[in-house]
């Protein structure tokens, strides 16, 4: 060959490798590009979050993007982004980023900013997590829903309760918060509670039933700080630990963990109201109902795995979706499952699955879309009901009705101090 045959060869060699990379990074990502990590090579994109499990979704379309990128854009910057906001919103659908934005300060002293690695406190989006392990552990055959307490912890005073019931909120048991008014002047107000010194305060006063065990639904912390001692002597691993092995570690959250009282304190995002730091309070310490710091993205790695029966059964998956308090209704607006809440949309009855939180100056929406594969998070650090209105644009946006769920708190609140 000579050696402007050479030359030309190389050129055509040369050509023939941009225009492979211009076409791979331009065509549509597969399903398995995005959300299927198990190939050994995850693409590494920033709009892409893909799963630990392997999993099956369809590709979507850039004129589906845009088309929800829009309302989105919208819908957030008139009832979410404000200069009282802080915290953190994205929308996920099949692994693919649609829109994401975050905001404000995770310790405004220190200028620390708030991005998409800072883990943010869940407040009861932490029971969502909690109702995960313990599914974990039912399908490792470890547990049963329908086993009693008492098998695990056997001096928990209320005999007829179940794992099951302790999960929907039926179980009766007062709550913690209520503790100091009913003990009065026999409650010490300077102890940092446990976990373990809320199940001994229940087995030396044994506390009359708030209702009669799995008659009534009944929101109640208490059932989640059960559990997470259930959790515990199941595992023979502290709940923290427990956690990371049975959720966090096989979904790859890298950002999440539970709060430690005693050692993450300084370091953990702060709970604001306006511009004061919420304090403290001997309630701290306790997990399983709240407590779990993590990110939108890392949320998002939950949801995707709840699509993999190597992570949770379908069959198992459904007992969560199920709710157990509104059978008798003919038509329910609200019901809850097992970790889970749930909303019955007009016309159809369509419902819609959610966890909202609130501890301190957190507000928190976690809302899986499980019918178009959409994971939509938002967590805020500075007191406010803002997130709590992705209810009403994953209404509007997923479903087939606008239905107006939530809307923002007025501004004088939020300014309050």
Same mark, same amino acid.
């Given at each position: 060959?000579? &050696? =402007?045959?050479? @030359?030309?060869?190389?050129?055509?060699?040369?050509?023939?490798?941009?225009?492979?990379?211009?076409?791979?990074?331009?065509?549509?990502?597969?399903?398995?590009d995005i959300v299927n990590s198990n190939d050994g090579n995850p693409k590494d994109d920033s709009?892409?979050?893909?799963?630990?499990?392997?999993?099956?979704?369809?590709?979507?379309?850039?004129?589906?993007?845009?088309?929800?990128?829009?309302?989105?854009?919208?819908?957030?910057?008139?009832?979410?982004?404000?200069?009282?906001?802080?915290?953190?919103?994205?929308?996920?659908?099949?692994?693919?980023?649609?829109?994401?934005?975050?905001?404000? =300060?995770?310790?405004?002293?220190?200028?620390?900013? @708030? #991005?998409?690695?800072?883990?943010?406190?869940?407040?009861?989006?932490?029971?969502?997590?909690?109702?995960?392990?313990?599914?974990?552990?039912?399908?490792?055959?470890? /547990?049963?829903? #329908?086993?009693?307490?008492?098998?695990?912890?056997?001096?928990?005073?209320?005999?007829?309760?179940?794992?099951?019931?302790?999960?929907?909120?039926?179980?009766?048991?007062?709550?913690?918060?209520?503790?100091?008014?009913?003990?009065? &002047?026999?409650?010490?107000?300077?102890?940092?509670?446990?976990?373990?010194?809320?199940?001994?305060?229940?087995?030396?006063?044994?506390?009359?039933?708030?209702?009669?065990?799995?008659?009534?639904?009944?929101?109640?912390?208490?059932?989640?700080?059960?559990?997470?001692? /259930?959790?515990?002597?199941?595992?023979?691993?502290?709940?923290?630990?427990?956690?990371?092995?049975?959720?966090?570690?096989?979904?790859?959250?890298?950002?999440?963990?539970?709060?430690?009282? *005693?050692?993450?304190?300084?370091?953990?995002?702060?709970?604001?109201?306006?511009?004061?730091?919420?304090?403290?309070?001997?309630?701290d310490a306790l997990v399983g109902d709240k407590n779990i710091y993590s990110t939108p993205r890392?949320?998002?790695?939950?949801?995707?795995?709840?699509?993999?029966? #190597?992570?949770?059964?379908?069959?198992?998956?459904?007992?969560?979706?199920?709710?157990?308090?509104?059978?008798?209704?003919?038509?329910?607006?609200?019901?809850?499952?097992?970790?889970?809440?749930?909303?019955?949309?007009?016309?159809?009855?369509?419902?819609? /699955? =959610?966890?909202?939180?609130?501890?301190?100056?957190?507000?928190?929406?976690?809302?899986?879309?499980?019918?178009?594969?959409?994971?939509?998070?938002?967590?805020?650090?500075?007191?406010?009901?803002?997130?709590?209105?992705?209810?009403?644009?994953?209404?509007?946006?997923?479903?087939?009705? &606008?239905?107006?769920?939530?809307?923002?708190?007025?501004? *004088?609140?939020?300014?309050?101090?």
């Amino acid at each position: 060959m000579t &050696k =402007y045959g050479i @030359i030309a060869s190389m050129k055509i060699t040369l050509i023939t490798f941009f225009l492979s990379t211009l076409f791979y990074f331009s065509s549509p990502k597969t399903a398995g590009d995005i959300v299927n990590s198990n190939d050994g090579n995850p693409k590494d994109d920033s709009l892409h979050i893909t799963s630990s499990f392997p999993i099956k979704m369809g590709a979507i379309s850039e004129a589906y993007i845009a088309e929800k990128r829009h309302f989105i854009d919208s819908f957030y910057n008139k009832n979410i982004n404000s200069p009282f906001y802080s915290g953190a919103f994205i929308v996920v659908k099949n692994g693919r980023v649609i829109y994401e934005d975050y905001k404000g =300060y995770a310790n405004a002293r220190t200028g620390q900013k @708030i #991005d998409k690695y800072t883990p943010i406190h869940l407040a009861s989006v932490s029971k969502v997590l909690t109702s995960a392990a313990i599914l974990r552990l039912v399908q490792q055959d470890n /547990i049963m829903l #329908d086993q009693k307490v008492t098998d695990w912890l056997p001096k928990f005073p209320y005999k007829q309760t179940t794992i099951r019931i302790l999960l929907n909120h039926r179980s009766g048991l007062p709550h913690y918060a209520n503790f100091p008014g009913m003990m009065k &002047k026999r409650w010490n107000r300077k102890k940092i509670l446990s976990n373990q010194d809320v199940l001994d305060l229940l087995v030396q006063n044994k506390f009359r039933l708030r209702t009669p065990n799995d008659t009534h639904f009944d929101y109640c912390n208490t059932n989640y700080i059960i559990l997470a001692l /259930i959790i515990e002597k199941v595992t023979g691993l502290n709940y923290r630990q427990a956690m990371q092995e049975l959720v966090f570690k096989p979904l790859g959250m890298t950002n999440t963990y539970v709060f430690n009282y *005693e050692t993450d304190r300084e370091t953990a995002s702060k709970s604001y109201r306006g511009s004061t730091i919420f304090p403290w309070d001997q309630f701290d310490a306790l997990v399983g109902d709240k407590n779990i710091y993590s990110t939108p993205r890392d949320l998002v790695k939950f949801d995707l795995g709840t699509y993999s029966p #190597d992570f949770i059964k379908p069959e198992l998956l459904q007992e969560a979706y199920f709710g157990y308090s509104a059978g008798h209704v003919a038509k329910p607006i609200k019901d809850y499952g097992l970790g889970m809440r749930m909303r019955f949309l007009p016309p159809n009855n369509e419902k819609m /699955i =959610y966890h909202n939180g609130w501890w301190h100056g957190n507000n928190t929406s976690f809302v899986p879309v499980k019918k178009d594969t959409v994971t939509v998070v938002c967590l805020g650090n500075k007191y406010s009901n803002r997130p709590y209105s992705t209810l009403s644009m994953v209404s509007s946006l997923f479903y087939k009705k &606008k239905t107006e769920i939530e809307t923002p708190v007025p501004t *004088e609140l939020e300014l309050g101090e």
